[in-house]
């Protein structure tokens, strides 16, 4: 089992910048890949991006050049820098993980972008 504990979101005007992070403990040693989902009010959860163990990245096309996922192998953590924030980016941000044991998300953070 792995537990995922979220943090960072909060409220940040348009243009502003936040960075999320999700600290992983249990068993760590089996994750191969972290990433980050929001879903927003009446849509679908969507991939924001997702870093496998050897660092490969990947965005959705909606936040590329402004958002940046790393991962702290040391530490268990993922972090999700956010940038140029729009208000479209307002959602519930959920931190995932997929590893040998399953698949595991956290509890989600609130994102909200608004002048």
């Known amino acids: 089992q792995v537990q995922l504990v979220e943090s960072g979101g909060g409220l940040v005007q348009p243009g502003g910048s936040l960075r999320l992070s999700c600290d992983a403990s249990?068993?760590?040693?089996?994750?191969?890949?972290m990433g980050w989902y929001r879903q927003a009010p009446g849509k679908q959860r969507e991939l924001v991006a997702g870093?496998?163990?050897?660092?490969?990245?990947n965005y959705a096309d909606s936040v590329k050049g402004r958002f940046t996922i790393s991962r702290d192998n040391d530490k268990n953590t993922v972090y999700l820098q956010m940038n140029s924030l729009k208000p479209e980016d307002t959602a519930v941000y959920y931190c995932?993980?997929?590893?040998?044991?399953?698949?595991?998300w956290g509890q989600g953070t609130q994102v909200t972008v608004s002048s």
């Open positions: 995932n993980v997929v590893a040998g044991t399953g698949r595991y």
């Open positions: 249990g068993t760590v040693f089996s994750i191969y890949h």
């Open positions: 870093i496998t163990n050897g660092g490969i990245t």
